[in-house]
């Protein structure tokens, strides 16, 4: 995931995508009360670039390689103003 991190940083169309997947991911969250919770269902591919612009600043290669069936991330998202918070990479 090291390669996507730097892709990501590059500020371009990967960039964009993922900024965008993220602010969805944020739009289902908003309105959840405190102890909810929210299953996002993607396919790899799609959750690699959004975790990376998510957490720029992580250690991208520990991460290991893109997600295979049935693995992802688990987020925390709260705070004021509401943000992603941290990330466990969750795999089989």
Not at 3 to 27: E, K, M, N, P, S
Not at 43 to 65: R, T
Not at 73 to 89: K, M, N, Y
């Amino acid at each position: 995931m090291a390669a996507l991190a730097r892709l990501v940083a590059q500020r371009g169309a990967i960039w964009l995508y993922a900024r965008r997947l993220a602010a969805h991911w944020r739009d289902i969250l908003m309105p959840l009360k405190d102890g909810e919770g929210a299953l996002l269902i993607a396919h790899s591919g799609d959750i690699e670039p959004v975790l990376v612009a998510l957490f720029p600043n992580a250690e991208h290669a520990a991460w290991g390689k893109p997600f295979d069936c049935c693995e992802g991330a688990r987020l925390s998202f709260d705070g004021d103003p509401p943000r992603f918070t941290s990330l466990e990479i969750l795999r089989v």
